[in-house]
């Protein structure tokens, strides 16, 4: 099957550096997050959100993870962070239909993870590297 289309240049941010999807069941929550990313990461790189279902509501949509992606990709990768079960099965059920080596789903926490991606596909990093960055938060302690 043919992978998802990322496109190459696609986004007006920093060329070269990776992507992230924010995948949530609330479109709220999505965009906070995304205005979060800003203020740590600037525009150096592409965030976009797949908040919610189709109408607006609290849910996850299949279509708007896939044009996210497509959105965000740089040509150097995309890295979706869900926030939890029915928003990790969707975006897995795409990835299956649209298998993309430069796309990784990955396990990290919501927020940690998509700040500690940012931060690091700021610098250029690779998908391998901003992969990790984002799992690597589950050991972030906050006491």
């Known amino acids: 099957m043919p992978g998802l289309p990322v496109r190459a240049g696609y986004h007006p941010h ?13 479109p709220d929550l ?3 997050l995304r205005e979060l990313l800003r203020q740590v990461a600037g525009d150096a790189v592409a965030v976009t959100v797949a ?14 993870i896939r044009d996210a ?27 299956a239909d649209h298998p993309d080596p430069r796309v990784r789903l990955v396990d990290a926490p919501f927020v940690e993870g998509a700040v500690a ?10 998908l391998d590297t901003v992969s990790v960055a984002a799992e690597e938060a589950w050991h972030a302690r906050k006491l």
């Open 30 to 32: 999505a965009a906070g």
């Open 69 to 95: 992606i497509a959105e965000a990709g740089s040509g150097e990768g995309v890295v979706v962070l869900p926030d939890l079960g029915s928003s990790v099965l969707t975006a897995k059920a795409l990835l």
């Open 51 to 64: 908040g919610g279902d189709d109408d607006g509501g609290l849910g996850t949509s299949y279509e708007l």
């Open 117 to 126: 991606a940012a931060v690091i596909a700021a610098t250029g990093a690779d």
């Open 14 to 26: 920093m060329s070269g550096t990776v992507g992230l999807v924010l995948v949530s069941h609330s």
